[in-house]
């Protein structure tokens, strides 16, 4: 188990919907990551947070937007929902952003659009 | 940019074999390297990660990794591998300060170990 808690496991829903994806990092960990795993692109980094405050971008679509709250939880809010939205979503901790900070991963949600 | 392939999409083996799973890695800058196992509806864990220091970095479950700056690679082995190994393998790396913590990761390589 690595801490991170990743919610909800599935989802599944239809094309131009808006769904949130809820992640809650490791005890102790500031800094919280996106991840994006499909077949045809494998995994890219969408988007990275610290403390609050985004700290880096990656591959993310306009349609995609993100958050840290004050309690570090974070948030992935997917909009106008496309069928190639289909993926695995993995959020992931570390204790800081340097680069030996090693990085905590859940579970991931999987979501598929129909 | 930095960017990693991994060279093997699949690779099959036989219980109680050894295996080495390749990656390379393409950076201008310095590089902190790591791997990542998969099992089947999980999550990503760090088997081990290289920073500074041996070129050869232990892991977890017997694995083990060479850093190769000349050659730019990091590749993964095990001299004897179980059922339980499994997974999908990804290499992964952090080049340069800017990118801080954040991961480039490969295609992945599929380690199936058949008995």
């Known amino acids: 188990d690595s801490g991170v808690t990743q919610t909800p496991k599935h989802l599944i829903t239809a094309t131009g919907q808006r769904v949130t994806l809820r992640c809650s990092p490791r005890?102790?960990?500031?800094?919280v990551y996106w991840y994006q795993q499909s077949l045809d692109q494998g995994l890219q980094f969408l988007i990275q947070y610290y403390n609050g405050e985004e700290r880096a971008k990656g591959n993310i679509l306009e349609r995609f937007s993100a958050q840290q709250f004050p309690d570090l939880h974070s948030e992935l809010n997917l909009s106008s929902l496309e069928l190639g939205d289909s993926a695995l979503y993995f959020c992931a901790s570390s204790v800081a952003t340097s680069r030996n900070s090693p990085l905590h991963f859940g579970n991931g949600t999987r979501l598929t659009v129909t | 940019a930095q960017s990693v392939t991994q060279l093997d999409s699949q690779v099959p083996v036989f219980e109680e074999a050894p295996v080495e799973l390749r990656c390379n890695y393409s950076s201008s800058v310095s590089v902190y390297l790591f791997w990542y196992v998969q099992y089947p509806n999980q999550g990503l864990q760090l088997l081990l990660k290289?920073?500074?220091?041996?070129?050869l970095v232990k892991g977890i479950n017997g694995f083990e990794a060479e850093f190769n700056k000349s050659q730019t690679s990091f590749h993964l082995r095990k001299p004897s591998v179980h059922i339980s190994d499994t997974a999908e393998y990804f290499c992964?790396?952090?080049?340069?300060?800017?990118?801080?913590?954040?991961?480039?990761f490969g295609e992945g390589t599929q380690l199936t170990v058949n008995p």
């Open positions: 992964a790396v952090s080049a340069g300060e800017t990118s801080g913590s954040r991961l480039t």
């Open positions: 005890s102790g960990d500031l800094s």
């Open positions: 290289y920073l500074s220091g041996s070129t």
